[in-house]
């Protein structure tokens, strides 16, 4: 009885340990946007993150920042590198698919790559953030501030 037991508890440990394998295995081929966002964060608390693509194989991650800076994220298994790009300090080509963006990073030429997105809109969006040419338009900017109208009314 003893002996079945033992058998049992050896069976269920086992079988645990090959679900836990495949489950690290499957996240390290298909990482996590989310845990992906949150490295991020931690790695740079004070940038605000508006906008994000990633490419087809969900490997790489392009952030469009609150001030016009562009981040980048790449999965290496479970680990993330993560970079705060400033304007123009990249250099940008499309691929031949023209949905995808060959990037080189100057300052990290170990993360140069050529990155596929799922639509031509989405790389041509990614070059607008690596180059600083990105400017989306404001909805208060086309409504006048408080004191802009005071100082109509007043003249």
């Known amino acids: 009885m003893l002996w079945l037991l033992l058998l049992a508890v050896i069976v269920a440990?086992?079988?645990f340990y090959m679900r836990m394998n495949a489950r690290a295995e499957r996240d390290a081929e298909n990482p996590d946007a989310g845990s992906?966002?949150?490295e991020f964060g931690r790695a740079f608390p004070d940038e605000a993150i508006r906008a994000l693509h990633s490419t087809t194989d969900r490997k790489a991650i392009f952030l469009r920042l609150h001030d016009g800076k562009a981040g980048f994220i790449q999965s290496h298994g479970t680990h993330y590198v993560c970079h705060v790009i400033h304007?123009?300090?990249v250099r940008v080509n499309t691929s031949e698919s023209g949905r995808g963006l060959i990037v080189h990073f100057p300052d990290f030429a170990y993360l140069d790559n050529a990155f596929e997105f799922q639509t031509a809109a989405e790389a041509a969006e990614v070059s607008?953030?690596?180059l600083g040419s990105f400017g989306p338009?404001?909805?208060l900017e086309d409504v006048p501030s408080e004191a802009a109208q005071t100082a109509q009314t007043i003249d």
Do not use: T
């Open 13 to 15: 440990v086992g079988a």
């Open 36 to 38: 992906a966002i949150v």
């Open 87 to 89: 304007p123009g300090k």
């Open 128 to 130: 607008l953030w690596l």
């Open 137 to 139: 338009r404001s909805e």
